[in-house]
């Protein structure tokens, strides 16, 4: 049966390349739509995931599915090459609970953190190193949170991997240094030198010029503020 | 092998009361420990050191936390009466229905419990937009899950015994005749006896509310 599989993405939303990465691992072959999340969302977008208006969206045979977590166990329960979760129960429930740790705590920690005006960053900052302290916990000194393979956990914290670098390049800030978290900043070197995984980041320059932007635009609204 | 389950809960968690659910729908034996919150045992430190919350079920000296993840154990572990269907896609509308509860639906509801002003207002409107897609989706269905109650039904099931709790204390509808779907989803679900006989007691849910209103709205 000839398998129509697409992804509606955003060039750089970790959220999307989730999905793709999970699908390349997997060897699924599959079609990315881009879509213009600021400006103008797509009918299409719209129609498959009316309730809440995001990506990813993936799109297996007609059906769509949103969420990037509840896609990618949808993914790995429907392509069985290269499973990203284990079989035993309790292994999962402990993968399925670093990857909510990661994606619920974590992510917006960090993004806070990055983002936050002078007079609440130390207390953003000290979060977020809570957070990657605990999480670097669950590493256990293995190569990736999946053990000897890229797993649910590795693709949920692909932020930290690849986003979080750049941000703190554009701020100025450090977060996740070697000094710090050593397995953690050792992981983000394992998990970016995968193949798979280089195939499925955005173009470093052009995110950096993103974000770049953002910290220009956050600097020109606190100037216009004080004035 | 004797098997040796514990529920770390409390007495009025909604998080706790779905995984009571799922071990009474599948016949599971466990031990129930209620937990003071104010006061939190040793052991439940030891068994959730990173969010230090309930429920944790410990299963054969083993702790899982979360609620969802704990359901979805339960589900892995004992096969009887499943929660989750086998088909792949209907597993991804359980799951995405469970998570618009937790991050969508029940904040938004809180929010009215919680807010005043404009902040309330904001509140009622999205709570209102949630309460809409979550009618849409029972369109047909006699539950979440279809003919027989799923992991969605489980999730949602706190608005069967707390949303009155809710509108007695407010003095807000925040469930009424625009939602006639969810109206009778909430009388099947609540007259099955394994979810009813599980309610924690409505008196001391309005004790327990009335005193969190009076804190969240200081009378002035």
Known sequence: ?227 | MAEEVKLFKTWSTPFGLRVVWALKLKGIQYDAIDEDLSNKSALLLQYNPVYKKVPVLVHNGKPISESLVILEYIDETWKQNPILPQDPLEKARERFWAKFNDEKLLPSIWGVFTKEGKEREEAIADSLENLKFVEEELTGKKFFGGEKIGLADLVFGWLAYLICVFEEVTGLKIIDERFPLLLAWIQEFSELPIIKDNFPPHDKLIIKYQAFYEKYHPAK
């Open chain 1, 1 to 227: 049966m000839s398998e129509e599989v697409k992804v509606f993405g955003f060039w750089c939303s970790p959220f999307s390349r989730r999905v793709e990465l999970a699908l390349k691992l997997k060897g699924v072959q599959y079609e990315y739509i881009e879509e213009d999340v600021f400006k103008n969302k797509s009918p299409l977008l719209l129609k498959y995931n009316p309730v809440h208006k995001k990506i990813p969206v993936l799109l297996h045979n007609g059906k769509p599915i949103a969420e990037s977590l509840v896609i990618l166990e949808y993914i790995e329960e429907t392509w069985k090459a290269n499973p990203i979760l284990p079989e035993d129960p309790y292994e999962k429930a402990m993968v399925r609970f670093w990857t909510k740790f990661a994606d619920e705590k974590c992510l917006p920690a960090l993004w806070k953190a990055g983002w936050s005006p002078e007079n609440e960053r130390e207390k953003a900052v000290d979060e977020a190193c809570e957070c990657l302290k605990t999480l670097e916990s669950a590493l256990k000194g293995k190569r990736f949170f999946g053990g000897e393979t890229v797993g649910l956990v590795d693709i949920a914290a692909n932020f930290i991997a690849f986003w979080l670098r750049l941000i703190q390049e554009a701020t100025g800030q450090e977060l996740l240094s070697a000094e710090k978290f050593p397995d953690l900043f050792k992981w983000t070197d394992e998990f970016g030198s995968c193949s798979v995984v280089k195939e499925s980041l955005p173009p470093r320059d052009k995110l950096l010029a993103f974000f770049k932007a953002r910290v220009a635009e956050a600097m020109d609204a606190q100037t216009n503020a004080s004035k």
